[in-house]
């Protein structure tokens, strides 16, 4: 199976930081790779799509780029409503895997 | 596009429950649908996928043998069979539409295994 390996685990920002967030994956996933949001008590929600396609409606904030096995989520710009945890995961493979997850949290 | 997850509940270690997803909204029979856990305090872990037609199904290596998603899509529905359920099995479970990556997610549904 494939693994994804995200970093870091916690990462303590202010309000108007640029932050960044990598997920590494076991081999090629390709482009396939997703981003998503999730707020305590809630279902994720997804932010961006092949590797760096926005979905519909989220802030033009949020981006994401690949680099061969290794995916960033860059935040320009944090908002009080960005402090959350994030997941990448990998859908080349039909046996998907989500990353260990990253909380952001406020400084 | 609604999803919502029933069947949920506590469970002896060892016994079985079925969760099942009521689908609305988008084309049912058109989309992989996928299940996907969240232990307490934990990540998130993808569980089990079935294709459009069910002629296709994978699971994570933990639950194979124990558990069976399954379809109607005259009923709109998904379906998780659990069987000989663990402590280490107890999330919340989420009924998922897969597109790129997961579009989206139902509000998910607690399954506690204790005796």
């Known amino acids: 199976d494939i693994q994804m390996t995200q970093s870091p685990s916690t990462l303590s920002a202010s309000v108007g930081d640029r932050v960044t967030i990598t997920c590494r994956a076991s081999?090629?996933?390709?482009?396939?790779l997703a981003w998503y949001q999730q707020k305590p008590g809630k279902a994720p929600k997804l932010l961006i799509y092949?590797?760096?396609t926005l979905e519909s409606a989220v802030p033009s904030r949020f981006s994401g780029s690949r680099s061969g096995t290794e995916f960033t989520l860059t935040i320009s710009s944090l908002q009080p409503d960005d402090f959350a945890t994030y997941y990448c995961?990998?859908?080349?493979?039909?046996?998907?895997?989500f990353g260990q997850g990253t909380k952001l949290e406020i400084k | 596009v609604q999803l919502v997850e029933s069947g949920g509940g506590l469970v002896q270690p060892g016994g079985s429950l079925r969760l099942s997803c009521a689908a609305s909204?988008?084309?049912?029979?058109?989309?992989?649908m996928t299940w996907v856990r969240q232990a307490p305090g934990k990540g998130l872990e993808w569980v089990a996928n079935?294709?459009?037609?069910?002629?296709?199904?994978h699971y994570v290596d933990s639950v194979k043998g124990r558990f069976t998603i399954s379809r109607d899509n005259a009923k709109k529905s998904l379906y998780l069979q659990m069987h000989s359920l663990r402590a280490q099995d107890t999330a919340v479970y989420y009924c998922?539409?897969?597109?790129?990556?997961?579009?989206?997610w139902g509000q998910g549904t607690l399954v506690t295994v204790s005796s």
């Open positions: 998922a539409r897969e597109a790129a990556g997961i579009d989206y």
């Open positions: 909204g988008f084309t049912f029979s058109t989309y992989w």
């Open positions: 079935i294709k459009q037609d069910g002629s296709e199904i």
């Open positions: 081999q090629s996933v390709s482009r396939w």
């Open positions: 092949g590797a760096s």
């Open positions: 995961q990998q859908y080349n493979s039909y046996s998907r895997t």
